[in-house]
């Protein structure tokens, strides 16, 4: 289990409705909202700019953090089978630009989708989704759970007191 850090975006049109789009390594299995992985030294504001011109083409300004989530509720499994432990900052936008199409590579499919009528997804966006649209003024911040996982090492001092990991010298 591996804890990765996200950015995730709402993005609404002059309407109201909601930007999804199909993922292509998740298929037809649910919706998602633009976002990603952050990069060595961005901020999370830089990400998610980033992220979202690149799946959706339209370039972005959060204007509210609406929420934090690390908890293991939010427990991801990939289809290659790697799981990862997200701790996501989910950002209320503004477009400020752009051309709306979806990058090739990730995603097969952009739509808007109104409120009262959105597209089946998974629990860490149907709870950001209901936190960013719910009016509340303060962000969600979602409490950790103390959970047992299974793994040989449960702490970062765990690693590092295996040799071969913590002996950097080089190889002959």
């Not at 289809?79 to 996501?88: I, K, L």
């Not at 997804?121 to 969600?140: C, E, F, I, K």
């Amino acid at each position: 289990l591996l804890p990765l850090a996200y950015v995730t975006a709402i993005v609404r049109d002059a309407e109201g409705r909601v930007l999804f789009q199909r993922r292509a390594d998740f298929g037809d299995a649910w919706w998602g909202l633009p976002g990603g992985l952050f990069e060595p030294g961005e901020t999370p504001e830089d990400c998610l700019r980033r992220e979202v011109l690149e799946e959706t083409g339209l370039r972005v300004e959060p204007r509210r953090l609406t929420g934090l989530y690390s908890s293991l509720r939010y427990r991801v499994s990939y289809p290659n089978g790697d799981q990862a432990q997200q701790v996501t900052l989910c950002y209320a936008c503004a477009v400020a630009g752009g051309e709306l199409r979806a990058q090739a590579d990730e995603v097969s499919e952009l739509r808007y989708f109104a409120p009262e009528a959105l597209p089946p997804r998974p629990v860490w966006y149907a709870d950001m989704l209901t936190h960013a649209l719910d009016g509340r003024p303060d962000p969600y911040f979602d409490l950790p759970e103390q959970v047992a996982v299974e793994t040989p090492f449960p702490t970062l001092m765990a690693l590092r007191a295996v040799p071969h990991i913590t002996d950097f010298r080089p190889a002959d």
